[in-house]
């Protein structure tokens, strides 16, 4: 059986990344792929149980410091990364998730506590081979993303700790975003997220099919064609 395929969505704030994971995990039904939808951090049962932890803000007001919340971070990822991912790609599942290792890069990252070699050391660990085949960021201006983002919360409901920083630190990570995928463009894909949303579901589902699905498509015929080809050498020889 094939490996399933691993799409990651990353971007700041209120961007619209859970909408579009969930158009394009019905358009990938409709195609016949099956697919899992899930999120960091979270994403398996003890991943979920330190979220609560990470976005609250207990761990930073328990005096813990900026490397040892992204040793959390990365704890959380390769649980998700063991139970949850790699199974279900194994199985030949497609697997859409919102935010991975980039955001470990943009928001723990950008703490000048926090080395890039313990980032990069820590990744390594924490994905296990299990990088993404497509990143898609969706680009927004950080004033536009985080109005969206007070907007959806409910009433009575807290921003989050990232979301309650202040507007030029969330533009910094639009900008280091848009920075990382200039560095990665084979697998980088920036998606306007200021158009509509079907405008952005359809510029996500064309990165998809002309790097995904046409390629496999490819493949496949290219191999029907190897084997026939052999037949006929054979029948030849005969």
Request: aromatic share 4%; glycine share 8%.
């Amino acid at each position: 059986m094939a490996l399933g395929k691993f799409i990651t969505f990353e971007g700041g704030e209120g961007v619209g990344k859970s909408t579009q994971i969930r158009l394009l995990a019905e358009r990938l039904a409709q195609n016949g792929i099956d697919c899992i939808q899930t999120r960091e951090p979270g994403g398996s049962s003890k991943a979920e149980a330190m979220r609560e932890l990470l976005l609250s803000g207990t761990i930073a007001d328990m005096g813990i410091p900026p490397s040892g919340e992204a040793v959390l971070f990365a704890a959380a990822r390769a649980d998700h990364v063991d139970t949850k991912i790699k199974p279900a790609l194994e199985e030949g599942q497609w697997v859409l998730c919102d935010r991975f290792m980039d955001s470990t890069r943009i928001y723990q990252g950008e703490n000048k506590e926090v080395s890039e070699e313990l980032v990069n050391m820590l990744e390594r660990l924490a994905i296990d081979g299990a990088k993404p085949d497509i990143t898609f960021i969706l680009d927004l201006r950080a004033e536009i993303g985080m109005a969206r983002a007070n907007s959806r919360r409910s009433e009575g409901e807290a921003a989050d700790r990232f979301e309650r920083e202040a507007l030029a630190v969330h533009e910094n990570r639009r900008n280091a975003f848009l920075s990382l995928a200039y560095k990665d463009p084979k697998r980088c894909k920036v998606i306007d997220a200021s158009q509509s949303i079907d405008e952005i579901a359809q510029d996500i589902w064309q990165v998809v099919d002309h790097e995904l699905l046409s390629k496999e498509q490819g493949a496949a015929t290219g191999s029907q064609t190897s084997s026939s080809d052999q037949t006929a050498d054979t029948s030849e020889e005969s």
